[in-house]
């Protein structure tokens, strides 16, 4: 047996507990799995869904999941991983709760079945004509939003940071001015490594967003709030401008919805780097969309970081050997 963190969301309560259960795949679906699956016909179609997005050349990932003899050497670790449903990552409990969101990478129960059936049968490659056409990524450092809004309004980097080929991870936290004169409503962000070598290093990156929160802000928000709080934690607070991780590369604001930047406003970036046995140079890029001048949403929206345990200053501390539960809850009004 082995703990694993299991993520609850219920209505506005958050719920994180330890617990000492591996869950199993399902059987509810077994008689749709094909009596012989196959990588070419079955397997490749999942892995191109629900891998390759992190699982390909060039990426963080430490292996790549695209062809078969990349994919043939993991097959009895991808079956533990996928029954365990430590991957592909996606930390809501699937038994309570919200199930139905738009970038669900979870793997459904049929799917688990089919792999855990796959590697259980010898994981045998198929015939290759069954192999679906190779899913096309975008390999350049082009904007992904820029085929909805065209260009960004701005862009802001982060200072270059030297990741060694053998070394710890890394949190780099450099400061970044914004220049801006005049306050500005954003309907849209999009982050990135600086390079394509870049994303090999990088895990994730915190954009946080500085600026004095007067009492009375220029072009305010009517669901604004009053309070000064400038902290990344308050709610009232400008909060994060932007996260990135591998697999969410921007935030799309709702309709009347908005970010706001004031002048004087600064980013604070947190990279988490870590060494991949080659020296790269690199820092992160945020492109930035703004509502035209003059325009003013109705709702400001904010970032909000909230602390998983009862007390949001102490950090979750499990003894070896021991079994610790850790629970902490906030309510979203």
């Known amino acids: 047996m082995k703990s694993i963190w299991k993520l609850t969301l219920i209505a506005a309560v958050v719920l994180v507990a330890a617990v000492v259960t591996i869950p199993a795949a399902a059987d509810s679906s077994e008689t749709t799995v094909p009596a012989k699956p196959t990588f070419a016909k079955d397997i490749s179609r999942i892995f191109q869904e629900k891998c390759e997005e992190c699982h390909r050349k060039g990426t963080a990932a430490p292996m790549s999941l695209v062809s078969y003899q990349e994919v043939r050497p993991w097959a009895k670790a991808i079956r533990e991983r996928v029954i365990t449903r430590n991957m592909p990552p996606w930390h809501l409990d699937k038994t ?7 970038n669900d990478r979870s793997l459904t129960d049929e799917q688990i079945n089919l792999i855990v059936k796959w590697v259980d049968s010898g994981a045998p490659m198929g015939d290759a004509k069954d192999m679906p056409a190779p899913k096309q990524w975008q390999e350049d450092q082009g904007w992904v939003l820029a085929k909805q809004y065209g260009e960004p309004d701005l862009v802001l980097k982060s200072e270059d940071y030297t990741m060694p080929a053998q070394a710890q991870d890394a949190w780099f936290r450099p400061v970044t001015d914004v220049p801006l004169t005049e306050a500005r409503w954003v309907r849209a962000v999009e982050m990135r490594p600086g390079t394509v070598k870049g994303r090999r290093i990088m895990h994730h990156v915190l954009a946080g967003l500085i600026q004095e929160e007067p009492a ?12 000064s709080d400038n902290s ?3 709610a009232a607070g400008p909060g994060l401008l932007m996260e990135w991780a591998i697999g969410k590369a921007y935030d799309v604001y709702r309709p009347n919805c908005g970010k706001l930047l004031l002048p004087g406003s600064r980013i604070s970036w947190e990279l988490h780097l870590h060494a991949v046995g080659e020296e790269i ?4 890029e945020l492109a930035v969309y703004f509502y035209p001048k003059g325009e003013v949403p109705k709702y400001r929206t904010r970032l909000t970081l909230f602390g998983a345990t009862a007390n949001t200053s102490s950090r979750l501390d499990i003894p070896p050997n021991s079994i610790a539960v850790t629970q902490g809850y906030h309510v979203l009004a």
């Open 232 to 234: 990344n934690a308050g």
């Open 281 to 284: 140079r690199d820092h992160a």
């Open 216 to 227: 009375a802000r220029p072009a305010r928000a009517s669901g604004d709030s009053d309070s």
């Open 96 to 102: 309570v709760g919200i199930q139905h969101f738009q």
